[in-house]
């Protein structure tokens, strides 16, 4: 499979992760705030634990130090993580490295650090965190693919399984989604209509 896969779910806690690994899922996020170095290198080393010997990528969100010392594979920065880490280690680790962005800037950044993966956000309004950007829309995904070029692209915020055929044929290559499978009244039964997106589009 491509990395990240069309279906990128972004969770915060062990038990997601087992839950989708289980599930089949190709990419799966894991996005802990507020820990320390202890606690990050914990979860980050049960999450692969857990990962280990399964299709599952796990990509550790932040966390980069315990990324590398846990013998992680996959990264994702945010801009003000970006900004504090050490991309030289990062690649010498031979971490993979997705990079959110928000704006014009933020990809002139991200690009500058020659990700394996740009993700476009919110593309519509959340209701996760409250964000200093405003709503993105469809639109903007087709120009930033043409910025991109051959990177990846994943659109993320506020995304629904409804929206996925329009967001890929705006030019999207992955979607990664929060709510619709976290706070979904049958989450497994959702990733599996996800998953069966993959399936068509591989």
Same mark, same amino acid.
């Given at each position: 499979?491509?990395?990240?896969?069309?279906?990128?779910?972004?969770?915060?806690?062990?038990? +997601?992760? %087992?839950?989708?690994?289980?599930?089949?899922?190709?990419?799966?996020?894991? @996005?802990?705030?507020?820990?320390?170095?202890?606690?990050?290198?914990?979860?980050? &080393?049960?999450?692969?634990?857990?990962?280990?010997?399964?299709?599952?990528?796990?990509?550790?969100?932040?966390? +980069? @130090?315990?990324?590398?010392?846990?013998?992680?594979?996959?990264?994702?920065?945010?801009? %003000?993580?970006?900004?504090?880490?050490?991309?030289?280690?990062? @690649?010498?680790?031979?971490? &993979? *490295?997705?990079?959110?962005?928000?704006?014009?800037? %933020?990809?002139?950044?991200?690009?500058?650090?020659?990700?394996?993966?740009?993700? *476009?956000?919110?593309?519509?309004?959340?209701?996760?965190?409250?964000? @200093?950007?405003?709503?993105?829309?469809?639109?903007?995904?087709?120009? +930033?693919?043409?910025?991109?070029?051959?990177?990846?692209?994943?659109?993320?915020?506020?995304?629904?399984?409804?929206?996925?055929? %329009?967001?890929?044929?705006?030019?999207?290559?992955?979607?990664?989604?929060?709510?619709?499978? &976290?706070?979904?009244?049958?989450?497994?039964?959702?990733?599996?209509? +996800?998953?069966? *997106?993959?399936?068509?589009?591989?």
């Amino acid at each position: 499979m491509p990395y990240p896969d069309q279906f990128y779910p972004v969770v915060d806690s062990l038990k +997601w992760v %087992e839950r989708l690994t289980k599930l089949g899922v190709g990419t799966i996020q894991l @996005r802990a705030k507020e820990l320390d170095d202890g606690q990050a290198l914990q979860i980050v &080393t049960d999450a692969l634990a857990i990962t280990k010997g399964t299709a599952t990528k796990l990509v550790v969100n932040d966390y +980069w @130090r315990a990324a590398i010392v846990a013998g992680a594979e996959h990264l994702h920065l945010g801009q %003000e993580d970006l900004a504090d880490a050490d991309l030289a280690e990062i @690649r010498n680790a031979k971490l &993979t *490295l997705g990079i959110s962005t928000h704006d014009d800037d %933020e990809l002139t950044i991200a690009l500058a650090a020659k990700p394996d993966y740009i993700a *476009l956000g919110p593309i519509f309004p959340t209701t996760l965190k409250s964000m @200093r950007f405003a709503p993105q829309g469809i639109p903007k995904i087709t120009e +930033w693919k043409k910025r991109v070029g051959s990177i990846p692209l994943v659109a993320i915020g506020g995304i629904k399984f409804e929206h996925a055929a %329009e967001i890929f044929a705006a030019g999207a290559d992955s979607i990664a989604v929060v709510s619709d499978v &976290t706070q979904n009244a049958d989450p497994d039964a959702r990733v599996k209509q +996800w998953l069966g *997106l993959n399936v068509e589009a591989a």
